[in-house]
């Protein structure tokens, strides 16, 4: 009937992620009735999928959310009927059928995986945090973790850090370099399928 999609994702960071990639790809996403919902937590996505299902059941649903969350996903589908069993739990190729579509462990892991920890940690001195960061780096919690992993702690120790983190990282990644989650769930909800 209708030929409008939602994208649920898990928080703000995700959004923002998506709409800045989806504006770099000069996708138009409300011309193509796209919307993306920050859910605020997967916990909620059995709320948001009913909510969505009960204003039009021909509404395209997909979503983004973090591999260690999946089953909250699963749940929330079979909740709602839009599955029958999770039969398929655990098949990454079975949710992404239905348009669903994990990271590889989070949004903040693939984009820096994407761009590389030496270029996010330019984007960081770019924005006038490096001393900052330096100091982060000397905790001994962080002293002996990876680079990669210190600037996931960065992004989420400070309140908008992953908002302000996930829009500079997806407005720096190369356009072959998108991580396939994310490349994937626009594609899904700006399709017909």
Partial sequence: MTSEAVVLVEGVSDQVALEVLARRQEMDLA???????????????????????????????AGLYDEAEERFVLRGLEQVGLVNSVAGAGDRA??????????????????????????????????????????LQKQPALRDRSLHDQLRRLMSGRSGGKERYAALMAEAVAPDRVPRPLARVLARASSDQ
């Avoid at 919307?35 to 509404?59: K, Y």
């Avoid at 669903?100 to 989070?106: K, W």
């Fill in 31 to 61: 011309a193509a009735g796209v919307t993306v919902v920050a859910m605020h937590g997967i916990t909620n996505i059995g709320h948001f999928l009913a909510r969505f299902h009960a204003l039009d059941p021909e509404i395209r649903i």
């Fill in 94 to 135: 079975w949710l992404e059928s239905l348009g669903f579509f994990g990271c590889s462990a989070d949004l903040e892991d693939e984009l820096i995986r994407a761009l590389g920890p030496e270029e996010v940690e330019r984007l960081v001195a770019a924005e006038g945090q490096l001393r900052s960061f330096r100091t």
